[in-house]
């Protein structure tokens, strides 16, 4: 059993490792969902990833999710890649199914909708 001492210190220690961490830490802690990053990424904010497929994310990615989380979600046999020196404002929902390219150099407005389907079945007639 821990004393309130211990307790104090690994609190502490655990704090200085986060604190640490910095903004990078926190921009791998947001992608985490996300199979490859590139060097100098940025997210501002906690963007929504539901990586079923394969995510790649190129250099210097610039992704806001704050007021409103961005959303990249991807199907069992879906891909998103996202190109060098992408800008992703705050709101934007990528969804793949098969295979979404963002190129590089791209600047995403706030609330852009990029998607490869629209979650029905092929003989859906409905």
Not at 72 to 77: A, I
């Amino acid at each position: 059993m821990l004393d309130l001492q211990t307790l104090r210190e690994q609190s502490r220690l655990a704090l200085r490792q986060l604190v640490a961490l910095g903004e990078r830490g926190l921009t791998r802690l947001a992608l985490r969902g996300v199979d490859q990053v590139g060097a100098r990424a940025r997210v501002h904010g906690l963007p929504f990833i539901e990586n079923l497929g394969r995510i790649t994310v190129g250099d210097e990615l610039a992704l806001f999710a704050s007021p409103v989380r961005s959303h990249l979600v991807t199907g069992p046999r879906g891909a998103i890649v996202i190109g060098d020196r992408v800008t992703i404002e705050s709101g934007v929902g990528i969804a793949a199914e098969a295979e979404v390219r963002i190129g590089a150099g791209a600047h995403l407005g706030p609330f852009v909708l990029i998607l490869d389907t629209d979650y029905h079945a092929v003989d859906d007639r409905e």
